[in-house]
């Protein structure tokens, strides 16, 4: 998160960080612009999906895969617009979307598989009223 907030900040970009008060070590970090503090972990992921215009996955832990099963799960319900793409970096999580298409293989829609900043901005640019798509 140091890195892309980092990135952000020297883009000009605002930088949001939304921190949870529950976990004693949360802070936002030196190129946040903006924090919002949030009592629990369900207020701040809810907090992060109602501000994000899109979601960029990076390789995680269990935190991030709480994060990417719950705005994944919205999209395929139908409870968030479709203008608001779901963006994996890298391989990491492709065995689990293959895992979950055996299932309920329209979810692949929802999700897009990039390998770099370019392909995030790419996706970003490209994202409107028609679902992402995964390749």
Do not use: H
Request: glycine residues 10%; aromatic residues 6%; hydrophobic residues 40%.
């Amino acid at each position: 998160m140091l890195a892309a907030a980092q990135g952000a900040s020297e883009a000009g970009g605002e930088v949001i960080g939304v921190t949870c008060s529950a976990f004693k070590s949360s802070k936002a970090n030196e190129y946040v612009t903006r924090e919002i503090v949030t009592v629990s972990l369900d207020e701040r992921l809810d907090t992060l999906i109602e501000l994000g215009r899109a979601y960029v996955v990076l390789p995680g832990g269990t935190g991030t895969l709480l994060e990417l099963a719950k705005v994944w799960e919205l999209k395929n319900k139908g409870f968030m617009k479709a203008d608001r793409p779901i963006i994996l970096i890298g391989e990491f999580w492709r065995s689990l979307i293959d895992l979950i298409a055996t299932d309920d293989p329209d979810s692949r829609r929802f999700v897009e598989v990039v390998n770099d900043p370019r392909g995030i901005v790419q996706v970003i640019r490209t994202s409107g009223d028609q679902d992402v798509g995964y390749q």
